[in-house]
T-cell receptor, first 111, second 118 residues
């Protein structure tokens, strides 16, 4: 059974700082890994998707890496802004196109 | 235009009642999902439908009955509501190839429906 863990559970940083969110998964037989953002009272927004054959994906100030063999992914956020404050979720796609989510990292970027 | 819309956004009801949450997507996707996010913010899949056919049923109690009248709609009906059903329910859709190894199933989520059972 796939289990996805995210560390830390919560993180508070000053504006402008670079930061890394971590995600680990127990079963490396995945098709892809996605990072989502969830704002309070809203749905999830897909940020980045990394296929199992890829090592990383970049979008603006976001960079996600994937090491499938070790079951790890990181989301790097450069020059953080208060608008980045949200909960970040990683999810892996396994058999049956089923997503398994991590418990999330709640990020707060302070002025 | 909202891509995946859910109604109602908030629902407060008594134990034992029957309620429904509706979901519609206008993206032309073939697959729709229901996810449950509990009080600890843990998101877990409940069901997925591909072209009105049930694909995934994650050992959800049979008080929960999804209904897909067409591929743009996936409604969730819950009978005999219990306190533990209180959660935020998210609908999502994707353009998947059923049974294939596409892996390119980017999900689009609705804004969620917060159900509170008293």
């Amino acid at each position: 059974k796939q289990e996805v863990t995210q560390i830390p559970a919560a993180l508070s940083v000053p504006e402008g700082e670079n930061l890394v969110l971590n995600c680990s998964f127990t079963d490396s037989a995945i098709y892809n890994l996605q990072w989502f953002r969830q704002d309070p009272g809203k749905g999830l927004t897909s940020l980045l998707l990394i296929q199992s054959s890829q090592r990383e994906q970049t979008s603006g100030r976001l960079n996600a890496s994937l090491d499938k063999s070790s079951g790890r992914s990181t989301l790097y956020i450069a020059a953080s802004q208060p608008g980045d404050s949200a909960t970040y979720l990683c999810a892996v796609t396994g058999g049956g196109n089923k997503l398994t989510f991590g418990t999330g990292t709640q990020l707060k970027v302070e002025l | 235009d909202t891509a995946v819309s859910q109604t109602p956004k908030y629902l407060v009801t008594q134990m034992g009642n029957d309620k429904s949450i509706k979901c519609e997507q206008n993206l032309g996707h073939d697959t729709m999902y229901w996810y449950k996010q509990d009080s600890k913010k843990f998101l877990k899949i409940m069901f997925s439908y591909n072209n009105k056919e049930l694909i995934i049923n994650e050992t959800v109690p049979n008080r929960f009955s999804p209904k897909s009248p067409d591929k743009a709609h996936l409604n969730l009906h819950i009978n005999s509501l219990e306190l533990g059903d209180s959660a935020v329910y998210f609908c999502a859709s994707s353009q998947d190839q059923r049974g294939g190894l596409s892996g390119a199933n980017v999900l689009t989520f609705g804004a969620g429906s917060r159900l509170t059972v008293l």
